[in-house]
């Protein structure tokens, strides 16, 4: 039940709910994400660490839609944005 879809696609959670995922914590699955950008003179490659979930504790993860999102956002309802609406990669 504490996943970002379920978040995404339910608007009309009751509070005891969204409580009980406060509780349970963010979901940070391994996340893979391998990038490669082309640039004027070269490639550029970035890739996901999932030591980032350590730095920044808000950060969560769906792996249904392979994209990071502001778990607290999510849950509390709050902002309207791309970290809890379409998510970031």
């Known amino acids: 039940m504490n996943s970002v879809d379920f978040l995404l696609t339910n608007k009309d959670i009751t509070y005891e709910i969204r409580t009980e995922m406060k509780r349970l914590g963010r979901p ?9 950008d082309v640039g004027k003179s070269r490639n550029y490659s970035r890739n996901f660490n999932s030591s980032v979930y350590d730095i920044f504790k808000w950060l969560c993860e769906c792996p249904k839609r392979n994209k990071l999102f502001y778990f607290i956002c999510l849950v509390i309802g709050g902002n309207r944005s ?7 990669t």
């Open 82 to 88: 791309a970290w809890t609406q379409e998510g970031n």
């Open 28 to 36: 940070i699955p391994d996340f893979i994400i391998y990038k490669t």
